[in-house]
């Protein structure tokens, strides 16, 4: 709906992050092929943090098996048709990631869950709520 309303789907946060990295890191995959159809739209488009929608869709698998392939897939599709280059996202040996779970805590800068005692927190920062994954 939102498409054919004409909203900007290459808008960016101020990390970088973009609508495909979001639904990608979801599993979305309707939404995933919706986007990629989209003028404009960039498999290869890395976040400030050099993340790519393709690098979340393989981290992040909180939907079943079947999806989250298919989510790649269609990511590395359309890649090879706009001649885009399929960035190597190498995940960190140490990374830690969990299915989302609303009773962990998030990771304030990926926003994915953490799992006990695989994150760093501040006691000073946000008053206390502030943490950070092991990526």
Do not use: M
Request: proline fraction near 5%.
């Amino acid at each position: 709906l939102l498409i054919e309303k004409g909203i900007d789907t290459t808008v960016a946060t101020k990390d970088g992050s973009t609508p495909l990295h979001a639904v990608s890191q979801n599993g979305h995959v309707k939404v995933v092929r919706q986007l990629l159809t989209t003028p404009g739209v960039e498999t290869s488009r890395a976040g400030n943090h050099g993340r790519t929608a393709l690098f979340f869709a393989s981290r992040c698998g909180y939907n079943n098996a079947v999806q989250d392939i298919r989510v790649l897939q269609l990511l590395v599709q359309h890649a090879k048709r706009a001649g885009s280059p399929i960035p190597n996202d190498p995940a960190p040996v140490n990374a830690t990631l969990i299915p989302l779970d609303h009773e962990s805590d998030w990771c304030d800068a990926c926003t994915l869950s953490i799992r006990e005692g695989c994150g760093y927190s501040c006691r000073v920062c946000d008053s206390g709520g502030f943490y950070l994954c092991v990526e």
